[in-house]
């Protein structure tokens, strides 16, 4: 059945393959429009370059006037990640714009992870360490890296 | 964006938060559609049990406005209602909406040169416009028929929703063409940019009178309010926006909700 949320999803999973954004990349599974997997390469020049994180994407007929949940399946060490993979970025929650398409979603979410907000920890630790031991927090993220080559 | 230290881990409350929400909305949308039939404006006295001030004011503005339309309490309300109230005028206007039409259709290039982004924005200007061309007072079968059209069209969530992210686009674009003088309407110390973002273009969020003017200059359209409050006086005070206009849609706003007016 077709509903807008399906037919804007189907747009965006054109775009991104005629016009994929460098570092991410994202596909419905096999039977579910609603439920897409991600990977997003850690940025060069961070701690998380090399990495391959995978997330999950799960929208609802809402969308786009409502964000989609978005979680990473890799465990990843980051201020503004939970334990449980959920991301805390402002545009996944109170500034969602319904502009906003799977490829911005997957590009803001890259960039929070070269620039993390400590100021709103979803891990108090990373957080910590983030601002005040940043050797041990790159050790911390780059064992999350290697982490992410065996899952 | 809130977390809660428990057994040592950290809780993500955003998602217990996001769950009770929905279940509030799931209530609010199972007992109201989003645009009602029209309604006399008596029926507003049972929600105030009597209210010596409130009964007082229901019964002058009775005196001038025929019908309501209630609208979803959903946060768009201002958007659906204006958005409702000013198509419905266009049907009996043909050359006012075919002003309107031309204003649609160009609008979307003006909102790409001011940035906002193509690919999603064609998809939500595509719905504005279907939207527009179904209720054509120059198509065949009359005043009536577009009136019906436009009814079960306001009431199709998806249609709906796509034509208020489209006017909070436009009152976004309005916001940042005109920031120097939007800026004063700004409490704290927000900038327009800030504002557009979280205040405006996110689905759901309640309108402001800066809303309001934004989106009433950008489109030409006359807009007044009447409040409908607890202050004294048997007098409702009404509101035109932008001031000075001529208006043509007529909103009820009572304390964090706007409904549909009908004058006499």
Known sequence: MSTPARRRLMRDFKRLQEDPPTGVSGAPTDNNIMIWNAVIFGPHDTPFEDGTFKLTIEFTEEYPNKPPTVRFVSKVFHPNVYADGGICLDILQNRWSPTYDVSAILTSIQSLLSDPNPNSPANSTAAQLYKENRREYEKRVKACVEQSFID | MESVEQDGEQVNRDDLILQQQREIEREISDSTPLVSDQLPLTCLTAEYDGDAVFTAKIQTLASKYKYM????????????????????????????????????????????????????????????????????????????????????????????????VYLRLMTSGKLQEDAEFYQHFIEGDMTIEEFRHQEVEPMFKESDHIHIIALSSALGVGVRVEYLDRAEGGTVKAHDFPEGAQPMVFLIYRPGHYDILYPN
């Open chain 2, 69 to 164: 339309r209630r609208t979803r309490p959903d946060g768009n309300c201002f958007f659906r209602a204006f958005a409702y109230s000013y198509l419905e005028w266009l049907i009996s206007n043909k050359a006012a909406y075919d002003k309107f039409r031309s204003i649609a259709e160009t609008s979307k290039d003006k909102l790409i040169q001011l940035g906002f982004p193509s690919f999603t924005l064609e998809d939500f200007h595509g719905t504005f416009m279907e939207v527009i061309n179904r209720v054509n007072p120059h198509n065949p079968g009359g005043v009536e028929k577009n009136q019906n059209e436009l009814h079960t069209i306001f009431n199709e969530q998806g249609y709906s929703d796509y034509v208020i």
